[in-house]
Structures are given as structure tokens and as C-alpha cells.
């Protein structure tokens, strides 16, 4: 398949203004750069919260976004050496959840390239500090899937910089955060809503990021629009209100901003305490299993580690074991009880 | 002590295989694609190449943390002897059997000592 796509990807993209967007993640000054109107939106909302003033040249990271038409008009060149690293349908296999998009995984020396096919092609170069994204008829894509890719192409980039993202709702509370980390459809957003409209600061709803602080593992906020489906929002009856009731294509679900709902600000940046991994059970009481460590470990590397960069994964893993050792992990046999959570976390979060 | 290493289905390949005329002179190592992490006495490991992971118990654990490169297989088994109520031709057996395991997986490195 690789071959075969080689011949295809030569030509240049026509010359087009480009815009720039400056960024500042903790402390990592990133530039976004497109030329296309449709791949602005997306990218703004995304990333609101950190936004700067200034545009800088000396930006350690840069994403570049382009528009194309179709696949001829992708400038990707392959070496000799390249080789398909793995491929998949996005249907959810094993711990892989579910994406709904096609993809091949390429590595090209120090590249890394995902095919999407139809949909667009990204190449990511960690070691430079730079991701290219040729996004085809962009116009005709969904933002929210404009903002996945976008943020699958800058996840990579700040592995290499020590910033970690794992798939996980995140809040805090008096300085001390809790991770839901698990696939979907197993009560993740759903008991962060419970958290959250009692009193719990947002942190993130599916992507915080992680970063080693010497002594401990800190989680950092990375706060975007939470998602919820139409089961959800029949629980909450806050939810019947949300502002922006645009479903997903093909995921049913909706989105909004916690702080337009919730009275809580955003949290800050914090030491975890505990991680849950929940688990919905036919039963009116909720309970907590405690886990060890080893458990923990085994169930937090498939909602973070992908191993692409062999020397970025290992550093990744035993931050991810650091984070595993510091915390207390319980499986949550999450009941009908759904309001009556607070009760049950907080008195451990505040003796942990 | 079976049934140290979780997560691996697989018949060892006999040309990977500990020689077991040899056991005084072959020093095991963990292999440069290895990365592991020891949680509260027993360990995960996570094959960088693969990105596959495994689990050992704390029998297989103590075996992992004396395989530095500065133990002999014989060496293993007597710590083993020493730390575990077992018998001795039982120990060795699950010994090789982890051993040749994780050689199997490319986690683990053997090479002969010189004389």
C-alpha cells in the first residue's frame, strides 16, 4: 500500500497566504499556521485557553494545517526506507477505542505519518518539533474531527518535550486531582459531571496531559468542550440548556463549555491522588475496589502509551508508572447512585 | 512459581533456548528494547519495538531484578533457593522455563562468560 501511494503524493500545494497563530503550553511556545479558513475555527476553540499575544520566530513547536483537494495534491515523498508501523479500520479492537477513521501508520526515519485516508495525511516530526497536516477538503469536515487530528499531530510533538496526554476526565479539588481514566461508555463523563456540579475544578474531559515534576507526576489542565450523549443529558437536568446542541456526526453526542454550565472555574495544575477506573453495574450503590499497582499500570498504558519513538516511549512508560505508584487506583462499580459520588470520593481525596 | 510471565502464548524457539550444560557461564541482562517498572514487587514490562507489555509475578520478578548482567543462570537459582520455600529441581525448571520466555520476547539477553 505504501508503494503504491508514493507516486501519488509527489506534487506541491499552489502557494497560498498562510496565517499564524501563537500558542503558549506550559511554557512551550507553538505557532499554529494555515492557509485555509475552514482549519482556523476549530483550532481557536481547541486551544482557547492558551492563547499569546505575540507571534515569536524562535516557536519551539510549529503545526501547519494546508488544505487540499484530493490526495494527488499531498507533497509527501517516502523514503527507501519507510515502513507501515500499523493500520486499522477505527473500529475499537482490544483496549483501542473506537475513532471511526481508517488509518495506516507509517515511519519514515524520524517521521512519523498517519494516512488517513479521505479524510487527510499527517506528518509528525518530534525530534524537530514540527507536525504537517494536509487536510483534504477541509471544508466538508467536521471541526470536531479537524480537532482531533490537530490534536493527535500536537500530542506527538509535546511527548517529545516531556508532555504527556492520557485518555482520562480530570478534575481537582483543593489542589489534589483525580484522574477517570477508560474507555468510553463506561461512566467517565459521566461521573465527572457529578464531580463537577458539586464543586470540583474542570481540568480536562478526555485528554490532560501529564509531565514528571521530579518528585511526583503532576497533571496539567488541558481543558476543552466536554462531550456527552443524549443519555447523559437526560440525567443531568443542568444539561437541557447546553448552549451549543450540535450532535457529532455519526457519534450522537453533544459538546459545551464546563464553565458556561458549571460555577466552577478551571483547575490548575496539580498532584494527582487517585485514579478511577469506572465501570457502569446494575445496582442502586456505588463501590470502589481498590487495585494495585501493577493493575493500574496495566490498565493506564493502553488510555496513554502509543510506541512510536522508541526512546520517547520509554521515558512516557515509567513516568506513567511514577503516576501509577503516587496515586491510589480503585475500580468504580459505578450504580445509580450517580449524584451521591461526591460523598463517596471526597473523603478519601481529602485523607489520601 | 509457573506461570511468571502473563500475557505470552508461545512455544519457545529451542535455538533461543538457555543451554542447560551451561548454566554456570550464561549471564542474563535485560535487552536495550526492554523498559520495566517495578510496582510494589512485581513488575511490568513494555517492549519498546513491539509495544507490547507483560506482567510478572513476584517470582518472576525477583528473577527480572537479578538478571543485571552480572549473574550467572546458576547464580539466579540459588537467590531463588535461598528466598522461596521450593525445591531446588522445581525452581530451576520454572526458572528456564521464564527465562527462555522472555529471551523469546527479545526481552531479555544472554551471552556466556568467559572463562
Known sequence: MINNERESMTMTVG????????????????????????????????????????????????????????????????????????????????????????????????????????????????????????????????????????????????RYRGLYTIHAAALEKHGRGILISGNSGRGKTTSSLSLLRSGYRYLSDDQPLIQDAGTHVDVLPFPTKINVTQATIELFPELANVPDHVPHPGSRKWSFHAEDLYPTSIGERCRPAMVLFPHVVDAHHSHLELLSKRRALELLLPQALLVFDPEVAGREFQVLAKLARQVDCYRLHFGRDIFDLPNLLTPLLEQG | MSDSLERTLFMTDSKDAVDCTMLDRIILRPSDDAQ????????????????????????????????????????????????????????????????????????????????
Open chain 2, 36 to 115: 520495566s517498572a517495578n510496582m510494589e514487587g512485581e513488575t511490568v514490562l513494555l517492549a519498546l519495538s513491539t509495544g507490547r507489555y507483560y506482567t510478572l509475578n513476584r517470582v518472576g520478578s525477583v528473577i527480572w531484578e537479578h538478571c543485571t548482567g552480572q549473574n550467572t543462570v546458576r547464580d539466579i537459582h540459588a537467590k531463588l533457593c535461598e528466598d522461596f520455600e521450593v525445591a531446588p529441581e522445581q525452581a530451576l525448571d520454572d526458572l528456564i522455563v521464564l527465562v527462555n520466555q522472555l529471551v523469546q520476547e527479545g526481552l531479555l539477553q544472554q551471552e556466556v562468560k568467559k572463562v
Open chain 1, 15 to 158: 502557494e497560498k497566504p498562510l496565517w499564524t497563530y501563537p500558542y503558549s503550553i506550559y511554557g512551550m511556545r507553538m505557532r499554529y499556521v494555515t492557509g485555509s479558513p475552514a482549519l482556523v475555527a476549530p483550532i481557536s476553540e481547541l486551544l482557547k485557553h492558551f492563547r499569546r499575544g505575540t507571534i515569536e520566530e524562535s516557536a519551539e513547536l510549529t503545526v501547519c494545517f494546508r488544505d487540499v483537494q484530493d490526495r494527488t495534491e499531498i507533497p509527501l515523498r517516502l523514503s527507501s526506507s519507510a515502513r507501515r508501523l500499523s493500520a486499522g479500520t477505527g473500529r475499537a479492537v482490544g483496549d483501542r477505542r473506537e475513532t471511526g477513521l481508517p488509518y495506516e501508520m507509517i515511519q519514515d526515519e524520524r517521521r512519523w505519518i498517519a494516512d488517513f485516508r479521505d479524510v487527510g495525511v499527517l506528518v509528525m516530526d518530534g525530534s524537530h518539533g514540527r507536525a504537517d497536516g494536509y487536510l483534504i477538503k477541509p471544508e466538508t469536515l467536521h471541526p470536531n474531527l479537524i480537532e482531533y487530528l490537530f490534536h493527535l499531530a500536537s500530542t506527538e510533538l509535546f
